[in-house]
């Protein structure tokens, strides 16, 4: 007979979920599915699982305590653009013979009246709990949700995932009727995570960039108004938002509070890209004979670059000193993405491709030591890792390098460290090379050329085109 309950049990739990209208819509199954991807030291925000607490909606089983765990707040990627938190929640049941509990889809059964079960702790009902259990032959049932109830206020409660950095994703806040006592940022009992996906849509004639905003925005309800106009998540406090280029901003409201999403997008999608950088450079050239110099000198850079994919492009460095005559170094490489890591925070590219050099100096198998141009050719590889939003959204800190360790007499070293956002960075760059310069009557006789710069630039977008 217990068994033939506890069948029951399991058989009426879901059932009565799935037909409910506030039933949990995905991704919040999602949010208990995966592993925890978000390392906890960058977490979005301080919480803990004391900041929640469930309660019953309606009368409450007699004798089931139910408590989420002191300690077991995760945060978990789900989508790819949001991180959203969970818990554990602990059920003890007294003189009960058998049991569930229903959350996020997923059922777990009791065990000698007692369990412990992930939820996803998004408040409200569209993420309900059913707890089911059989006492004295009779099935008993209830229905609890998860309720955000902060310890103490904070400032701002609004995050924007690293997913919105291309766009200048920003949140400006007005809260009406609050009292001063209140402090800064949004009601104490709200909070708000914006991720962003970026779509381009094909025509016969261009194409149009659409930006997705994913909104998760706690303890509101199912509706909040969006320019105006009232829109339902379905229950799972989550609102998917496709925003044009125009006109940069979405006006959201839950109550009294109104939130101002702002955001920078192109109209038409362009997948080439050049750019200028120009800066104080300290060259030392070691030449050949008398041709040894040491300059500080104006250098232009330039950065282009062609998407082929989302993951991977052909970029282009070139470094030119003002005064021309002493060298080019220009390099052209295929960057792929390879990996990311730390919650998509560190991106890291590698670089397959090779680099052409310029420069001027004395032959030293001419008598009469005269300057000529000579031409070199190598295949330096490298690697680059950027940390995205460093220190605030939307700044992004570049370190890489190409390499080509003295093969043949030939080197190549070229470090840089950048830091800045799309429209302007500012840049550190070391680039050192060797040559050697035969004699055209005895291959075994050479003589080296050797440059080291190192200097400061600032760079910033020239246009973008195709």
Request: some cysteine.
């Amino acid at each position: 007979m217990r068994a033939l309950s506890l069948v029951l049990l399991l058989v009426a739990a879901p059932a009565a979920a799935q037909m409910d209208a506030s039933a949990p819509l995905a991704p919040l199954p999602a949010v208990v599915r995966e592993d925890p991807s978000v390392p906890g030291f960058l977490a979005p925000n301080d919480a803990r699982a004391e900041d929640y607490r469930v309660e019953w909606l309606g009368a409450p089983i007699p004798d089931v305590e139910l408590d989420i765990e002191k300690g077991s707040l995760q945060w978990a990627r789900v989508d790819g653009v949001l991180r959203l938190p969970r818990g554990r929640l602990a059920v003890v049941a007294k003189n009960v013979t058998g049991g569930t509990v229903t959350s996020a889809g997923f059922v777990q059964v009791l065990s000698d009246g007692a369990a412990k079960m992930l939820i996803p702790l998004v408040s409200g009902e569209g993420n309900p709990i059913e707890i089911g259990v059989m006492r004295d032959g009779a099935p008993l049932r209830g229905r609890v949700i998860v309720k955000y109830a902060p310890r103490k206020a904070a400032g701002d409660r609004i995050y924007v995932d690293t997913t919105c950095s291309g766009f200048s994703v920003r949140a400006e806040e007005e809260k009406a009727g609050r009292s001063e006592a209140e402090g800064p940022g949004n009601p104490i009992d709200e909070w708000i995570y914006v991720g962003c996906r970026n779509t381009t849509a094909l025509s016969t004639e261009h194409r149009t960039n659409s930006l997705e905003i994913v909104l998760f925005w706690d303890n509101v309800g199912r509706t909040i108004t969006v320019n105006g106009v009232p829109t339902d998540s379905g229950g799972d406090s989550i609102w998917n938002l496709r925003a044009s280029s125009s006109p940069g901003f979405l006006e959201l409201a839950a109550g009294d509070h109104k939130v101002t999403l702002r955001y920078s997008l192109a109209n038409f999608p362009r997948k080439a890209f050049l750019g200028m950088g120009i800066g104080p450079y300290f060259d030392t050239f070691v030449g050949t004979g008398n041709d040894t110099r040491e300059t500080l000198e104006p250098v232009i850079t330039l950065y282009g670059s062609y998407a082929i994919s989302p993951w991977s492009r052909l970029v282009l460095f070139n470094a030119t000193p003002m005064r021309a005559d002493t060298y080019s170094d220009t390099g052209f490489y295929l960057q792929k993405r390879t990996s990311e890591a730390l919650d998509r925070r560190v991106v890291a590219n590698v670089f397959l491709g090779g680099h052409f050099i310029a420069f001027t100096a004395e032959d030293p198998f001419d008598p009469q030591k005269k300057k000529q141009i000579f031409y070199r050719t190598s295949a330096p590889q490298g690697v680059e890792f950027t940390v995205r939003d460093a220190p605030r959204p939307g700044y992004n800190v570049v370190v890489g390098g190409l390499t080509n360790p003295g093969i043949g007499g030939t080197a190549y070293y070229n470090l840089w460290l950048r830091w800045g956002n799309p429209a302007i960075f500012v840049e550190i760059n070391y680039i050192g090379w060797q040559e050697l310069i035969p004699n055209p009557e005895d291959d075994e006789d050479t003589r080296e050329v050797e440059l080291r710069s190192i200097g400061v630039s600032v760079g910033f977008p020239i246009f973008k085109f195709l």
